[in-house]
């Protein structure tokens, strides 16, 4: 990171609003963020408040969101409040022209995200919302290989993020966790599905389902799938893309090896000798599994995030890929609460897709 | 086993059919099990017969299926040739008289599977499907757990069977992988799906899909869903159960913990803090893992298959559950064919449904 | 926690001296252990001293020791810097009247660690030895466990803890890694070894033995072994606890399962064919995995350091264990500088294991 | 495999002794080994006679050896008898001109080894040692690795082998688990070590050792260490193997990753900083698993058997490494009963071991 550049620069005056299960990580990354100064925190409730004047003495702290707008000081506003809030929230402070990262999904709908993408470009402000995945050390490794085209041509994209959950009385566990995914998806492959299909469940609350597996199409033979729960007994999150030259096993959980490749090498036969043979082997090819960057991604999507207000860069989980995110999610509920019925994803989505493409 | 009582009958004779892939390990273990009698082994391999002159020098080899039906002293033939075989060699053993174990699938169609069901019925023959995994010791115990209620009410079955396979011309990863799945499910159930829904892709052989994606509607909210995958980067066989009470993971590439009980605990909550706790917690139970039984699972069905020949018993995995499962992969292959239609599950089913039930 | 209670009392005044690679760790726990306040952190280096200042704007810093020795307002004194000069800082610190709270190992000899005892006796001052994985919840479900008798008579405690680290110049790998499991197992087991053996090797550095196998010998037949190495090629940090009723594996690196108990079911047979079985099973008894508290351990351990000083408690992991901790590892560094020589551990050390057992 | 030369041959004439728990796999592989015809099986159990009858009608059965000895068509005899009727049966059998091919450990000691192994040169019988790891693809594939020197210099040699086992009470767990890696361990090094120093404890059987750890110490700084336990809850099947430029783990418990091969890259260095983001890495460098073989070991090697009958070729596992194995086993179960003391192996080793290090 170029310092000496950086010196010359005021830091980047931030404040955040909401302080709650996601907030601190906010805070004390952001506090710790070289460029950055954490000016002032926002919470409706003391309690959480209380933890940030403790830690964070010098931090100022409200239950007022207006008094962050009208603080001049204030360049950038962070936001880790309850979807729900995230339209209002994210739109007047792109109003009162500050840059804004919030916590995903963007907002509840298209239309939603798009009125705020448009507010952004007009006045000119960063917005960057935190699909904290596409900075993980593995994320960025995947994307390397992927656009190395190492490889090959994608066949499939497999997800599954599980683990036994709480639940939500306002959202259902695909607007919880497929965002996760999607965001990843989107970020590694360039392009979003064209048809969408899903079906679930509600087990324990009757209005939200708490388990759900999400279908995507793309053009050609791209097939991406998604099984979503909040009911699992153990956390498994594990993604495989298979490609025609190598396959990616993205395994969260694993410690030591959080992605490995492997050797395609599918092969045709008839030989029912070799096809017993190959049943009872457990792959076909060498494994290789490449050392990860362990830097926290949210330290990383912090930096990114004040390099885009200096440099007028265009965000890596911007508006427009968190748009296609909540596009997807629409759809993909549309399609649950239906039983099941493929959901072709709006036309006003392809010019975003060929920018996706093209970022 | 009551051994004095069985030196009272002769030996069970039996003749094998296809000594290929899955043939040798039929051949091993009949030629093993007490109370019955390995005569005869038919293929149309010269070299698969050298095999067996080496191995059981013993055994009558023949190139000519009719030899085996019209020998007097065979019993019972175990059939092991391709699907496309089953019904024609299945519909003449049993129209000669002779006690049938068939590789799974039973046949191509539920048409085809009801005629040689209702023929078995008929000539008073046992037809026994080799759906082999319903005799391991681990679905064995799975089914012990759920018949005594350990696991409440059932939310979900979640099942994945990918591997780096080869690939067949006359078959696709569903008519090749799900039967494994959809026999243990419903053996665990005890009941069958109302609607099927099933996605896929071609990548290799345009004709041949190599990766399918089933769900399954029971009555209520049961959801079912299976993940067959033959362009899969390593194998994995890992099956959940999600209840009420109790949640169990069958993970079959697991040597030491292939069955793993964990207590569910779902619970409702507000409390973003509790729900940030959670998030980051990878289960919230305790975990049993009880000590399963390593028989060979192909040992175990070897003797049931005797055992049904000389007490008259229902097999375990007789007629009705393999038609059962043709006619869930039928309705699967046809909602693949039509891109993910829901099908409907026949009515004729019903009453074998209510047989299953009281299996 | 009685928060009422607490209410009453002044906070603990707290400051920090160390702020390298763990010293953080101390100053963000105590920054939020409640009952505490941290007023002031010291270190020689400016580029951490500017680290607290940005992340803690209220907190004093300074480069020089002596003022938090003079500042009035300051209880107690947390120590994390280099082993060699733990002996003056917490002879100073407790000179001056200062509760400790000081990484491991307490001192470079029994001598050392016997005359710091005597000085916190003295001065009625707490001294608490940073054992952090005494305070974690796998450590203390394990205790919870023995103290039960759960396990039955303990056979042997094997702890494997091995990792590509880096090298230091000023200590062996026995110095760095033993004192973890050897406090770990005078907690657990309630006593110390009488013999101590260790053999090791030096590949990287002549002076440095980067490998070291250390065997202790108790009374009876109870046998512990260590293998800690820095040139390990991934990261085990395992525990075997073999008891003549369960046993447990304590594995640090499953996110999952860290504690699994296990049945042991041990038995004497001379059936070769029962022995042929057993050869082959993965395990032979039932397994049980509770869940584990996953608070941090070093927050567990700072709430137990305020309370010491409130409650005048004994510290779990204060200068008797510490002391004995040492005394085992002097021992092992002679046994390996002599290449394997048996070491019985001094007598003065009787009364100290007899108070040990007690506590 | 040149099949035209063997046809060339006649078959070679094998026997079997011992049909018990190890038994059952010689004769299912030699009755399937090209080049190789089973013509007999001797036990003293009627019971596994019968066993033979069923499962190889065209095999002869005797309870009496010297039948085998004096049959003119048997050329090779397989020995799967209990450890302590190894030496007086091989020696019969060398006497009677027969080729051998035995369970390990060849005898009870070195002496033994060594008459036997001067018998067979004498009469020009081939004498293998059942070393069946030996012959395994993951061993095989390490070898070739270290062959070629892509470990670098060799650091250290780290195996565990411990399991839940049942007691033997002719043997302690040293002789009973320690020569399959003993074994391994010369192969890959193609040497011995020069000390030997083992510790271990009874808990169940007084006479008989269940767990022990073994150190061996080699010219110049590298250590091998071997810990067996017949007492651990879980089977563990892991070897280290730390070289200069890569290290390699083999855990013959995991079924798809058999074999790992890390990068080293261990560095020096002083900055705590540095230290400390490695020790919450997990590990340093990149990882890479070679697809191993899966071929069945005993096959390869009975395989290896007959080719080293026609072709004169010296085994793999041949009495010079078989020898050296007893040989410290001998001493390790010395120093085990001294309770600790360090054993220097026998002169007379050293020939064989420079006969070692040059096949």
Redesign the interface.
């Known amino acids: 990171m170029p310092c000496v550049m950086e010196e010359m620069f005021v830091d980047v005056g931030i404040g955040v609003v909401g302080c709650?299960?996601?907030g601190p990580n906010l805070v004390r990354n952001l506090?710790?963020t070289r460029g950055a100064k954490l000016l002032a925190c926002c919470d409706l409730e003391t309690s959480r408040l209380d933890?940030v004047r403790?830690?964070?003495?010098?931090v100022k702290v409200t239950a007022d969101f207006q008094e962050l707008l009208g603080d001049k000081q204030i360049d950038a506003i962070a936001i880790a409040t309850p979807i729900s809030t995230h339209y209002a929230l994210v739109k007047q402070a792109l109003k009162a022209g500050k840059h804004v990262l919030v916590a995903k999904p963007l907002a509840q709908s298209v239309a939603e995200c798009q009125e705020l993408q448009a507010l952004a470009v007009r006045n000119n402000c960063v917005l960057l919302v935190d699909h904290t995945f596409l900075y993980t050390g593995a994320v960025r490794k995947i994307k390397e290989l992927m656009d190395a085209g190492d490889l090959g041509d994608i066949?499939?994209y497999?997800s599954v993020r599980?683990?036994?959950?709480?639940?939500?009385?306002d959202t259902n566990v695909i607007w919880d966790l497929a965002p996760h995914d999607i965001a990843i998806m989107i970020h590694l492959l360039g392009m979003v599905p064209e048809r969408v299909?899903a079906?679930?469940?509600?087990?324990?609350?009757e209005q939200v389902e708490?388990?759900a597996?999400v279908?995507m199409?793309f053009r050609e033979?791209?097939?991406a799938?998604l099984?979503v729960?909040?009911?699992?007994?153990?956390?498994v999150r594990r993604t495989?893309i298979?490609g025609?030259k190598r396959?990616?096993?993205y395994d969260d959980?694993d410690?030591?090896?959080k992605v490995?490749i492997?050797d395609?090498?599918?092969?045709?036969?008839?030989d029912?000798?070799?096809?017993?043979?190959?049943?009872?082997?457990?792959?076909?090819?060498?494994?290789?599994?490449?050392?990860i960057d362990?830097t926290e991604a949210l330290a990383e999507e912090c930096r990114h995030f004040v390099a885009c207000i200096r440099d007028g860069a265009d965000p890596i989980s911007g508006a427009v890929l968190a748009t296609q995110v909540v596009g997807i999610i629409e759809a993909a509920d549309r399609s649950l609460k239906m039983?099941?019925s493929?959901e072709h994803l709006h036309r006003p989505f392809v010019p975003e897709i060929a920018a996706a493409a093209a970022s």
């Open positions: 709650g299960y996601w506090a710790q933890w403790q830690g964070y003495p010098a066949y499939y497999d599980i683990n036994l959950g709480l639940f939500q009385h299909l079906v679930g469940a509600s087990h324990v609350n708490n388990i597996y279908t199409m033979r791209l097939l799938h099984h729960n909040w009911l699992a007994p153990a956390k495989i298979g025609s396959m990616v096993v959980m410690m030591s090896e490995k492997y395609s090498g599918a092969k045709l036969s008839n029912p000798a070799h096809i017993y043979r190959t049943m009872v082997e457990y792959r076909t090819g060498d494994m290789y599994a490449p050392k362990k039983g099941g493929m």
